[in-house]
């Protein structure tokens, strides 16, 4: 569950003389969302490998571009604490996934009444609910969901309105 600084040099040995890589060293993260308590991250791993291949190879500081593998669920301090060792990828599928379809269930448990049957709703038995069962009404919330999410992330990797190659 936890890597080792020592096995990060092992990449970072095998992987160096290939090019430019990331290296997703695991600290503690794991994809998906668990309860709190169930996961401990220890972002410090990072700082502990990345200082131990300076010493070891006498290269620059932070010669490691880490990813954050399942990084749905962590805090902005975990977050933050990570990229300060280096962490410039992180994956948030399932954070995205709740953000998308969060709004649109809200929507969906708001608007019941009127996604019953084509016709009839609680203003009438004879109304139309064309507008609550079409995607194209609500589409849009989960659009707005994943975007505020995206953006929430590019915020917390101190990416956003940067474009880096």
Do not use: C
């Not at 092992?10 to 309860?35: C, E, I, Q, S």
């Not at 933050?80 to 995205?96: C, F, L, R």
Request: proline letters at 6%; glycine letters at 10%; zero cysteines.
């Amino acid at each position: 569950m936890y890597s080792k600084p020592a096995d990060v040099l092992a990449v970072y040995d095998a992987l160096t003389p290939r090019g430019y890589f990331n290296l997703a060293a695991a600290f503690g993260n794991t994809h998906g969302v668990y309860a709190p308590g169930n996961v401990k991250l220890r972002p410090a791993i990072l700082g502990d490998s990345q200082r131990f291949v300076e010493q070891q190879r006498h290269t620059r500081p932070k010669p490691v571009s880490f990813v954050f593998h399942g990084g749905s669920g962590s805090t902005h301090a975990e977050i933050a604490e990570a990229v300060s060792y280096g962490v410039v990828k992180m994956n948030i599928d399932t954070d995205t996934q709740w953000a998308f379809t969060h709004p649109i269930k809200t929507f969906m448990d708001e608007k019941s009444g009127y996604l019953l049957s084509e016709v009839g709703n609680p203003e009438g038995v004879d109304r139309p609910n064309k507008k609550y069962f079409d995607p194209r009404g609500w589409l849009h919330l989960g659009e707005q969901g994943i975007t505020a999410r995206l953006l929430a992330a590019y915020d917390d990797l101190g990416s956003r309105d940067r474009f880096v190659f």
